[in-house]
């Protein structure tokens, strides 16, 4: 047995008297590989960091509301009375494709957060907010208003950047 296996197997009982489970094995080392030719600095790779910190297609503003003005055409008009049981379904109805046309349009690395409010108005006045925390250069929100002498409703769209 040589003087190297004879120390690993000292190292390997020395371990197992201090009840431990681990043990060391040296890393064996040839001189070979630093010798060898192709091992120089010439021929390792350096990668630089790909980490993109803006999307490649951002939210666009015009384009999100030019859909909720869709929307707000689709399901009202000047005639259109509030109808608190079709409110909440109709509430639904345009938040899931006011989102999924949003999200059709392939914003890259964006959340997509549509908030739709429909109030009865009996000559009161509303106050409708929505507040959040975001990154003024790279979250973007729209919103727009439709209102008649029966209803006030709001739709509002928030992009979240993720990364």
């Known amino acids: ?8 197997d000292e ?12 043990s060391f094995y040296p890393a064996e080392n040839d001189g070979e590989d630093i010798d060898d030719l192709n091992y120089s600095e010439e021929n ?6 790909t980490y993109r910190m803006d999307s490649k297609r951002p939210f666009d503003e ?5 859909v909720l003005k869709t929307e707000i055409e689709n399901h009202f008009n000047d005639e259109t009375k509030y109808d608190q ?3 909440i379904q109709t509430c639904i109805n345009i938040s899931l494709n006011v989102r999924n046309k949003i999200r ?13 409010g429909i109030v009865e108005k009996k000559s009161q006045g509303v106050l409708s907010e929505v507040k959040f925390l975001r990154d003024i250069n790279r ?9 008649n002498n029966n209803l006030v409703a709001t739709i509002v769209v928030g992009a979240f950047y993720h990364e």
């Open 1 to 8: 047995m040589s003087s190297r296996e004879a120390s690993i």
């Open 11 to 22: 190292q390997i009982h020395e371990t197992q008297e201090e009840d431990s489970i681990l």
């Open 44 to 49: 390792i790779i350096k990668y630089e960091n």
């Open 62 to 66: 015009l384009l999100a509301k030019v």
């Open 85 to 87: 049981d079709e409110a």
């Open 104 to 116: 059709e349009m392939d914003f890259d690395r964006y959340k997509i957060v549509c908030v739709v």
């Open 139 to 147: 979250d973007k929100y729209v919103k727009t208003k439709f209102e």
